[in-house]
């Protein structure tokens, strides 16, 4: 496109679509949620004769916040300055809530908006932004608590099979059945694949404690999230300090503000930080998460939503990996085109598609729409 000082953002269309899960019975659990369904809030912002699109995993009420609170606000800023429109919003949701459905909405306008300024420029979002990698490692996520041993052992093996070289289930729920799945997980993975698992804040102190030696001892587990709830800060950096040396605390993923981040850090209280563009403030706010995790010189992990995590996280100088979750992958694959599947254990943008690389399929996603119009 010829040089322009900048582009007017002329509109925001928003839509949310609700995704059944495939789990037993309809269902699916962690340790401490049952769910039934993923619901997907999608942003489609409109500058330049093109149009960007974003997304969040969050409850319908996120949509209705952007209507009702940021798009007046983000109509007429300028499309090729993101972080300018950034900065209107968080000032915007001041008295209406920023953590929670203020930083998703924020989040999802934020990634529309970078979507539609790579458009703007012809090239894919990775290399729109200052990134320091061309890939972004991922691991197998799902193994929930409600799985049969089978369909467990089964999903997480088929991810090791596709050359992913790490993958997590889910524990906490029933501590008494863990012993038995892990059993089962490591036999079907080998001894050489790293094994992970997420309590989702199920455990107390004392028993994520003793659970932590178990796992690190008996099944060679390297990865424990969140083993208590993550706004108990204190009872992380307990469990960093006193747990197994080659067994990491990571948190994050409920981070919703940059203080989220940086008292996770203080101490630090994890080993790994994790973070959620599409929860954070998006690619801006990601971004600054980023520096926090350089500064303290402690690792950045991508908390799901594949699509734009494989991009925005290229930008992220001290990335870990990224979280290939079984519900994202699912719903992604179902509502766009220009998905990403893993080659050698990672997601590698494409460098033929501008943005994001994605294309809404709305004859696909209508059936499951439950708030916007489709495009005219």
Same mark, same amino acid.
């Not at 899960?21 to 093109?50: F, I, K, M, Q, Y």
């Not at 908006?113 to 458009?119: E, G, S, V």
């Not at 799902?142 to 090791?160: A, E, H, I, S």
């Given at each position: ?31 401490? @949620? ?7 809030? &999608?942003?489609?912002? #409109? ?34 300055? =993101? ?19 203020? $930083? ?10 970078? #979507? ?13 932004? =200052?990134?320091? !990698? #061309? ?20 999903? &997480?093996? +088929? ?10 289930? +889910? ?6 059945? %863990? ?7 490591? %036999? ?6 790293? @094994? ?5 804040? $199920? ?34 950096? &307990? ?23 940086? %008292? ?6 994890? %080993? ?55 519900? !994202? ?24 598609? $501008?943005? @994001? ?6 004859? #696909? ?12």
């Amino acid at each position: 496109m010829p040089e322009r000082e900048s582009v007017e953002v002329r509109d925001l269309r928003v839509h949310a679509f609700r995704v059944a899960t495939d789990g037993p019975g309809g269902h699916e659990e962690d340790g401490t @949620l049952r769910w039934d369904s993923t619901t997907l809030v &999608l942003v489609e912002a #409109d500058g330049g004769g093109h149009t960007g699109i974003g997304y969040t995993y969050g409850d319908v009420s996120v949509a209705m916040f952007v209507e009702s609170v940021l798009a007046s606000v983000v109509r007429g800023g300028d499309a090729l300055a =993101p972080p300018a429109v950034w900065e209107r919003m968080v000032a915007a949701i001041r008295n209406a809530g920023r953590p929670g459905v203020g $930083a998703m909405a924020v989040s999802v306008v934020d990634i529309a908006l970078w #979507d539609l300024k790579a458009r703007l420029l012809g090239l894919p979002l990775f290399q729109v932004l =200052p990134s320091f !990698h #061309d890939r972004v490692p991922v691991y197998g996520s799902g193994g929930f608590t409600n799985y049969p041993l089978d369909r467990l052992t089964g999903q &997480l093996g +088929k991810w090791v099979e596709q050359g992913i070289p790490r993958v997590k289930l +889910k524990v906490g729920r029933r501590p008494d059945d %863990d012993a038995r799945r892990l059993t089962a997980v490591r %036999d079907a993975i080998g001894p050489e694949t790293e @094994l992970m698992v997420d309590a989702n804040g $199920a455990l107390t102190r004392k028993d994520a404690l003793y659970w932590a030696r178990r796992f690190a001892d008996e099944w060679d587990v390297r990865w424990f999230e969140e083993p208590v709830s993550s706004d108990d800060v204190a009872g992380l950096r &307990l469990l960093r300090e006193r747990g197994p040396g080659r067994l990491e605390i990571a948190a994050g993923e409920y981070g919703f503000v940059l203080k989220d981040f940086a %008292d996770l850090l203080d101490g630090p209280a994890v %080993d790994c930080l994790q973070a959620d563009v599409t929860r954070c403030g998006g690619i801006t706010g990601l971004s600054q998460v980023a520096g926090l995790a350089s500064a303290r010189q402690i690792d950045l992990s991508a908390h799901c939503a594949p699509a734009v995590s494989a991009h925005s996280f290229c930008a992220v100088r001290r990335l870990r990996h990224l979280e290939y979750f079984h519900d !994202h992958v699912r719903v992604e694959r179902l509502l766009f085109d220009g998905t990403l599947s893993p080659v050698d254990g990672a997601l590698c943008p494409a460098r033929d598609r $501008a943005g @994001l690389g994605l294309e809404v399929r709305w004859d #696909d996603a209508e059936p499951y729409r439950v708030h916007g119009r489709r495009p005219s």
